[in-house]
């Protein structure tokens, strides 16, 4: 308790609020790779697919598979699109 009190005064968020928006960052990376929704959801610490896209399309405003579709990365090294949260 005394940690989420020390991180919550430290950058105005709670640590789970952080830990998603890393999360999904990192999840925003690997589908604009071309990685399988599935692997991208136990790649970033979801235990469940369904929901990892329901986290996903809360955060992005889309699913994970459109937003692979929308913004998958012609070149490798291409610079990442949108990675962070709408909020």
């Known amino acids: ?12 968020m709670s640590y789970m609020t952080y830990l998603k928006s890393v999360r999904i960052f990192h999840a925003c990376l690997l589908l604009q790779k071309g990685e399988p929704v599935q692997s991208v959801a ?17 955060e992005q405003g889309l699913s994970p598979r459109r937003y692979a579709l929308q913004y998958r990365s012609p070149a490798a090294g291409a610079e990442p699109k949108d990675c962070g949260t709408n909020r």
Do not use: P
């Open 1 to 12: 308790y005394y940690f989420c009190s020390l991180f919550r005064q430290a950058t105005g």
């Open 42 to 58: 136990a790649a970033v610490g979801f235990c469940d697919a369904a929901h990892f896209i329901q986290v996903f399309k809360q």
